[in-house]
Structures are given as C-alpha cells and as structure tokens.
C-alpha cells in the first residue's frame, strides 16, 4: 500500500488578502501574504493550505 500524503488543509476566508505562517510557531514557516485572484482561491507555497473566499465576500480591490 503506498503512503498517500493527506490532502492540503483548506480555510474558507472572507478577504482576498490573506495571511499564513502555518500556524506551527517555531514550527511553522515564515509569515507570507497571499492574494486569492479571480479562480477565487490561492494556495500557500510552503504547507499547501488552500484559501477559499467565501461565497457573496466582498472584494478588497481597490
């Protein structure tokens, strides 16, 4: 049986503009602002957690 790795957390977030550190303390990654773009998600480069605006969120574009 082959070890599968577990699919990437996913957030629902209700701003564009979010922030993630993997959440781990020292065991996290350094702290990284991502923006979700019109696919209407974004994932982390480091742990792979996936953000997922919410439905009917309002835009922070300016």
């Keep these: 049986m082959r070890n ?6 996913i957030r629902t977030v209700s701003s564009r503009r979010v922030a993630c550190d993997g959440d ?10 991502l923006e979700i773009d019109a696919r209407g998600f974004v994932d982390c480069p480091y742990c792979d957690r996936r953000f997922i605006l919410a439905e009917g969120a309002v835009s922070d574009a300016h």
């Design 24 to 33: 781990e303390g020292a065991l996290g990654h350094p702290r990284i602002w």
């Design 4 to 9: 599968v790795p577990p699919p990437p957390e």
